[in-house]
């Protein structure tokens, strides 16, 4: 009776000990399901500087946006800290030189970079605008369709651009921009723009492009689109962000997306 009293409890020992094993092996071999991965978009809106009058739409909009800023400008460094306060994302949209059309130089920023430039001109230029926009964790191009197409000036940007650790965003306002090719080369940080949002003012245009950024981001994981400080843009991004989020889409800072 005694001996049958001791099986017994040896096999309860046993059966404990066992489930104990399997719930150790299964924890140290079986993986964690993965998280899926979430379609990703940045909005980056562009020049910014030259007033204050929509930061408050921004106020409104309350997921990551990286906002780009023109230096040297009279709001650029009150801009940046705002941005920085609020928790955004801060860039230098940096001036580069573009093609000249009819309208000669006329439109273009101050400080503009250009291929007339030597190193050291390129080198002070690019310092100071980067201590205009405080807090910048990269730099894209403010026009620059001639600039980006020019292998020796943007060695130039790029080197420094590296020595900092900021990333480039290619607003890619030519085809033939050598900017991805040269970053890769350099070993620097780069993201490219998908759409432009406003090219046209029209909100209805703008929803389309809207539209066409979320196929894009759909299709292949992420996308990155491209607007300017106008109202009519903002406004639209405060309802379109609603739509995306529905849709499962996670809006990101652009230094998420970088490669």
């Not at 130039?156 to 921009?177: C, G, H, M, P, T």
Request: net charge neutral; aromatic share 8%; charged share 25%.
């Amino acid at each position: 009776m005694k001996i049958g009293k001791n099986i017994l409890v040896i096999s309860v020992i046993l059966v404990v000990v066992g489930f104990f094993l399997i719930f150790c092996l299964k924890k140290v071999f079986l993986k964690a399901p993965k998280e899926i991965a979430k379609t990703k978009i940045a909005i980056v809106i562009d020049d910014w500087g030259y007033n204050v009058r929509y930061l408050n739409l921004l106020k409104e909009i309350d997921v990551p946006i990286t906002i780009s800023i023109l230096p040297n400008l009279r709001y650029s460094s009150k801009i940046a800290r705002f941005v920085r306060d609020s928790g955004l994302e801060v860039i230098l949209h940096l001036p580069l030189e573009p093609e000249i059309g009819k309208r000669g130089r006329l439109g273009w920023e101050q400080n503009t970079i250009t291929s007339q430039m030597d190193r050291e001109e390129v080198v002070d230029t690019l310092n100071n605008a980067l201590v205009s926009v405080p807090y910048a964790s990269g730099v894209s191009n403010h026009m620059g369709s001639l600039a980006t197409k020019n292998r020796q000036l943007m060695s130039i940007i790029f080197a420094e651009l590296k020595e900092r650790n900021l990333f480039f965003l290619d607003n890619l306002v030519v085809n033939e921009s050598i900017c991805r090719q040269l970053a890769k080369e350099n070993q620097i940080k780069y993201a490219a723009r998908d759409v432009f949002l406003d090219n046209l003012g029209d909100a209805e245009y703008i929803k389309g492009q809207f539209r066409q950024l979320r196929e894009i981001a759909l299709a292949s994981g992420e996308a990155i689109g491209i607007g300017h400080a106008k109202p009519t843009t903002l406004k639209v991004l405060k309802d379109e962000v609603a739509s995306m989020q529905v849709e499962g889409i996670e809006l990101v800072f652009i230094s998420d997306l970088i490669e």
